[in-house]
């Protein structure tokens, strides 16, 4: 009672309501999006504590007196970049700070993307001012497993402060993309079907590793196996605890992924799948969600046969699609997820579709809808703000705000 | 008497070839003929590969094939002024100055690249060799008809020679080791080596006078600069930081040649000397800053702020930097940074004409010009608009509603085939 009347009077002193925070805002827009159901006009986000109290039209919502109130014309939930490498590489390409991909070994699950991600890279704060939230990032294609990626906000000056997932998915690579990452001959693949026969046998070893754990466990005679960071990875793998993220455009690299992840029981997630329009059927009976590659992308090399139009057939096939902004290595060093699906507006998706796609499907795809991804109560307070429609070229972003907090102000 | 039979009967055969070659008068549409305000409900009537007519109110010539373009809007066709479709090749290894290449025999016609950029509403082009060198040849402007040869598509000075411009570069690009410069002085001081010798072999070739004796021996750098010196071939110079911008400037002032920069990514720290020098601008929208050391403060902003100091601007696509298929969006992306709606339809066409020395016959919808130009489902700052038709020289070369088209413009399998678009594996010396 002596605390809470002491707590009362210095905010009293302060001259704030006693209830409003600095993760506590208002916002007010004249159409509200919220991935979880039809547009709101003139609705009303509220954030307390940096998650969503409440959301409906301005009749229904009360502001709280004292309340950070931000007014935009159109909100949406703050964007998913489902997959990306910016925090893993410096912006500017110098040799000294790529760290998306090792080159020594063609298989090293054991790298952690938390190792090596840095919070304070400028294009972070490039993806935020667009509306970008939420970022998929850690090793990329380039080798048959390259290491691990993580999940963050686009906000934070350390990882601590900004991973809501510290190991999210193991990278792999299909195709000309895992051939071309032996660099010097050493226990690297030279062919399609090498790369998926040293997956396979790396993920036998796993098999056979948890079985070691697992006998161990169960018998007290038994003494488990010596730690191996390497299987420790893939034993998650094969537990179905960690997805396996496969890049692999050409459509018998997208086969021999499906068929690695029906042998071993993984989940999967395609990423890039360039041809994936010539295999929906397979791709949807297995169960596989895409993350499809930029709709800008380049159509060269494995990328050649790559369409404006495969998002669209993806999700009117059914499979859950997302968009990256993916890695090109030089300009630009990285794409915007809001760019990239209003490309493909012209090429037969819907509003609703190409902003479910870098938002509530992506959130799914990376499995955490919990937190992110729609504008529902509970969720976290990540927003994004725009003067009109957000996928016109001539609109602007104009607020970006991440568990209750304005993290940008910027007309961009 | 004699004499004018056979004058009457040239009339008569003129006459004969207008009637057979019918007139098209394209009608409904809002036209932007970048020359004038926008028209609507407007009527363009080519004949003959020209523009014959152009207005609100135009009579449609009782001969012609009418086609209805109502709630379509019709544009010039875009002029890319930096691109490297169809393979553009010029120096090699050897040194980093080297004005005798001609990307004129590198070409490969069949590139589908061209079809690219027809399919992105780009009607001419200047093709381009690379940036890892100081000089790295003559470029050559294209008009993307159909064409079985570079000769065939080249634009033609009025000698009968390809027309085209030369590539120089500075900053990182260029910098290697010897006989490349190490430095941005050395840069310069070779680049200012080489205009002096071309000035003297130009006062040779002067004092001579048309005295065959007296000229100097033929030598094919020489001859490129002595274009380039006496301002029939203008210098499209890749340049990124500011103060390489003014390098540029700089060397310009020293020697006179006919200027226009490529990508310029500070532009908006230098604008108002780069407007200050009369030079244009060529720029290129990019999705993020970075990539390369030296586009670590490149902006959508480079676009008003060079507007804003009166410079000319105009974009290029820089293909397989950007696509040619999605040349509008630069247009779209400067108005985002507050570029204006007029700057930025003209920097795709009749700023990009005035860089190549073209806008006597491209780069904007009047009445005698080329009849180039692009129908569109809508506006041209629209992300939801799209290249309907791709006309050239009053061919049809791009149509939405031809399967073989559509494929281009949207991609899938084999649809881009043959084809070369670079990819990047990582940092390389680039564009």
Known sequence: MKLLSRLLTVCLVCGVSVSVMASDIAVRGDRVYTAAGGPIENGVVIVRDGKIAAVGPAGDVAIPDGMVVVDAAVVTPGLIDAHTVVGMVGFLSQDNDQDYLERSAAIQPELRAIDAYNAREPLIEWLRTFGVTTIHSGHGPGEIISGQTLIAKTTGNTIAEAVINPAAMVAATMGEGAVMSGNDGRNTPGTRGKVAAMLRTELLNAQAYAKKIAAAEDDDEKEPPARDLKLEVLAGVISGEMPMLVTAHRHNDIMTALRIAEEFNIRMVLDGASEAYLLLDEIKAAGVPVIVHPAMARAGGERENLSFTTAEKLINAGIPTAFQSGYEGYVPKTRLVLFEAAMTLPHGLTFEQALAAITIDAAKILGVDDRVGSIEVGKDGDLALYDGDPFEYTSHAVGTIIEGVQVSDRTK | ?431
């Open chain 2, 1 to 431: 008497m004699k004499r004018p039979s056979g004058l009457l009967t040239t009339l008569f055969l003129m006459a004969a070839a207008v009637a057979s070659a019918e007139p098209t008068a394209f009608v409904g549409a809002t036209i932007m003929p970048v020359a004038d305000a926008p028209i609507d409900n407007g009527v363009l009537v080519i004949d003959g590969g020209k523009i014959v007519a152009i207005g609100a109110g135009v009579r449609v010539p009782r001969n012609a094939e009418v086609v209805d373009v109502a709630g379509k809007v019709i544009v010039p066709g875009f002029v890319d002024t930096h691109s490297h479709i169809g393979e553009p090749a010029g120096a090699d290894r050897s040194s980093p100055i080297q004005p005798e290449a001609r990307v004129l025999d590198s070409i490969n016609v069949r590139d589908a690249g061209f079809k690219r950029a027809l399919a992105g509403g780009i009607t001419t082009v200047n093709l381009m060799s690379g940036s890892g060198h100081l000089m790295s040849g003559q470029t050559i402007y294209v008009k993307l008809r159909e064409g079985n040869s570079i000769e065939s598509i080249a634009y033609k000075k009025d000698d009968g020679s390809v027309d085209g411009g030369m590539k120089m570069a500075n900053g990182t690009n260029p910098r290697r080791d010897p006989p490349f410069p190490g430095t941005r002085g050395k840069s310069a001081a070779l680049v200012r080596q080489k205009y002096v010798a071309a000035q003297e072999y130009m006062a040779k070739i002067e004092r001579a006078d048309g005295d065959a004796e007296k000229m100097p021996e033929r030598d094919l750098a020489m001859e490129a600069l002595v274009e380039v010196l006496n301002g029939e071939r203008i210098v499209h110079h890749h340049t990124h930081r500011h103060d390489d911008i003014l390098t540029v400037l700089r060397l310009q002032q020293e020697f006179g040649f006919r200027v226009v920069l490529h990508h310029v990514s500070e532009a908006h720290r230098v604008a108002k000397e780069i407007a200050a020098a009369n030079a244009p601008v060529s720029l290129i929208m990019i999705d993020s800053p970075g990539g390369k050391l030296e586009a670590q403060y490149i902006d959508f902003e480079n676009a008003p702020a060079l507007e804003r100091a009166g410079a000319n601007v105009g974009f290029h696509t820089d293909d397989y930097i950007t696509d040619s298929r999605l040349f509008m969006r630069m247009a779209a992306l400067g108005v985002r940074a507050g570029m204006s709606r007029e700057t930025a339809l003209r920097a795709l066409t009749l700023a990009g004409a005035e860089m190549l020395d073209l806008d006597d016959r491209i780069g904007t919808l009047e009445r005698g010009k080329d009849a180039d130009f692009v129908i569109l489902s809508g506006d041209p700052l629209s992300v939801y608009t799209r290249v309907q038709e791709t006309w050239v020289e009053g061919v049809k070369r791009f149509d939405l509603d031809d399967p073989d088209d559509r494929a281009v413009a949207e991609g899938g399998f084999g649809a881009l085939q043959p084809s070369f678009v670079h990819e990047f594996h990582g940092y390389e010396e680039g564009h």
